[in-house]
């Protein structure tokens, strides 16, 4: 059954563009076809993988705004493929609109899940790069979803973006728009093992959330690598295959797999 996987966290700058891309490189290293799916305006996932934004047509964008109109759309249209063997449905900065236009829209929450519907067969896994909110794109991921990573930055009050995401994850799941859907677990990231603010803040996540929700091991280290990366536009698995980060993202792609 292919795993779609949410990559969510109300709060920005956590690392879930970099989690997105890395894991979708990590799980395609160990044999599994992946598709990424960049669900933020802003286009991150879509530049750190070397495309422009600007310059891509179909997007994530095309079949939305055609499945909010009534009209035919096929996402199979907006799949390309990146040099690390993984398949990404780009964003552009219009996406913003659709948050709008779903309010009126049938079964709005439910827009992504029906697109999804016609290609999930072609893969082990879907990860959806989700925006900093908790709006209807977000509703739509979590719809569509069976199962959510949560990235927390191991700093001061990252506690609290994380309450609120999995408090939206239980809305879903109450509401009967996707009752089945489970926290995969807690990505650690940024951290700096040489601080006392990173070992508190871990112990503290560990404490209020770790009886109930897997926390992954090990946690993702703070590292220049990774803005390197981006800049070259690829994941840290291919611009520096021995790195922490690296290893890192290759042992949480092997405990997802390990959970099927």
């Not at 070397?50 to 035919?72: C, M, N, R, S, W």
């Not at 199962?147 to 927390?152: D, M, N, S």
């Not at 601080?195 to 503290?204: D, I, S």
Request: charged share 20%; with cysteine; aromatic share 4%.
């Amino acid at each position: 059954m292919t795993r779609v996987i949410a990559i969510a966290m109300q709060k920005g700058g956590v690392g879930k563009t970099t989690t997105a891309v890395n894991l979708a490189a990590a799980l395609t290293e160990l044999g599994q076809r992946v598709l990424a799916i960049d669900l933020d305006p802003q286009g991150n996932l879509t530049q750190h993988v070397g495309f422009d934004p600007e310059q891509l047509h179909p997007t994530i964008y095309t079949p939305l705004k055609a499945e909010v109109e009534g009209q035919p759309s096929d996402i199979g249209d907006a799949i390309y493929e990146t040099d690390e063997g993984f398949h990404i449905v780009p964003s552009q900065p219009e996406l913003s609109l659709i948050e709008v236009s779903l309010i009126n829209t049938l079964s709005r929450e439910r827009v992504l899940a029906t697109l999804l519907e016609d290609i999930k067969s072609h893969y082990d896994f879907i990860l959806i790069d989700c925006n900093p909110s908790l709006g209807l794109l977000v509703i739509n991921a979590l719809t569509a979803a069976t199962g959510v990573v949560v990235p927390i930055q191991t700093e001061y009050l990252a506690a609290r973006g994380a309450f609120m995401i999995l408090s939206s994850i239980e809305t879903v799941r109450r509401k009967k728009l996707n009752p089945q859907l489970k926290v995969e677990g807690i990505i650690l990231t940024m951290a700096d093992p040489r601080t006392l603010m990173t070992g508190e803040v871990t112990t503290a996540i560990k404490q209020q959330f770790g009886a109930t929700i897997p926390i992954f091991e090990p946690p993702v280290r703070r590292s220049v690598r990774f803005a390197e990366s981006v800049v070259a536009g690829k994941s840290i698995l291919a611009y520096e295959p021995t790195s922490q980060g690296s290893e890192a993202y290759r042992q949480i792609a092997k405990t997802l797999i390990g959970r099927k």
